[in-house]
């Protein structure tokens, strides 16, 4: 049965499906697997109705993921909202956006800290709510960056995932970048091999901008 304090719940939200997939789709895949850090296992949701955007973010202490969408649907109430729900089965809810074939809008019905539910088509689904202190992907996140490169993702993604074989599985697996002028090198390495990847981009950049990310 759903717990009765979630389906009776005073705060509700009324989100296009394409929204609400998009926004999971850009976090969901950036949670933590770490069950000692339970408030990373899920995704952050928050409303803020002065600007009516709706945003969501994961982070697994390696990287992070932060989207947002403007929501013009009409809402019920004012009221900021804040929430995080646990990662698993808003998986489900993925799988069930991509097999209702219905484009009509997700009502959410929510209670911070215990979870919410989400009306799908006929369907149902509750999501259990984490208690914590989630990071302040806000402060993390620069509002301003120094370069904006431009790089096409399908070379990109097939790049990394062939550097993944390179890379040491025991420990954090890094991949070394180099930039230079419309120009990005991607350098993995285990005790035995070397992988190289080069990837053009749209903005000229300075030789020699050289940094490591998780993969």
């Known amino acids: 049965a759903l717990p009765i304090s979630v389906v009776n719940a005073a705060h509700a939200l009324t989100v296009p499906k394409a929204i609400l997939k998009t926004l999971l789709f850009q976090t969901i895949g950036f949670v933590s697997d770490d069950d000692t850090k339970n408030i990373l296992t899920g995704v952050r949701f928050k409303y803020d109705p002065a600007t009516e955007i709706l945003s969501a973010g994961s982070s697994?202490?390696?990287?992070?993921?932060?989207?947002?969408?403007?929501?013009?649907?009409?809402?019920?109430?004012?009221?900021?909202?804040?929430?995080?729900?646990?990662?698993?089965?808003?998986?489900?809810?993925?799988?069930?956006?991509?097999?209702?074939?219905?484009?009509?809008?997700?009502?959410?019905?929510?209670?911070?800290?215990?979870?919410a539910t989400f009306a799908i088509d006929t369907a149902v689904v509750i999501c259990r709510g984490l208690d914590g202190n989630f990071p302040s992907l806000e402060q993390l996140i620069p509002p301003k960056f120094q370069r904006e490169v431009t790089i096409n993702r399908k070379p990109l993604i097939d790049a990394l995932d062939r550097l993944s074989l390179f890379t040491e599985k025991k420990h954090s697996p890094l991949v070394k970048t180099t930039w230079s002028d419309n120009h990005l090198t991607l350098q993995s390495t285990d005790k035995i091999n070397e992988s190289i990847e080069e990837l053009d981009t749209e903005h000229e950049l300075p030789i020699a901008q050289i940094g490591r990310a998780h993969v």
């Not at 649907?73 to 209702?100: G, I």
Request: glycine content about 2%; cysteine-free.
């Open 60 to 115: 697994n202490s390696n990287m992070l993921a932060f989207a947002q969408a403007k929501l013009d649907t009409p809402q019920s109430k004012d009221v900021p909202l804040t929430f995080v729900l646990k990662a698993d089965k808003l998986r489900e809810v993925v799988k069930l956006l991509d097999k209702t074939k219905s484009d009509a809008d997700i009502e959410l019905t929510i209670e911070p800290k215990v979870g």
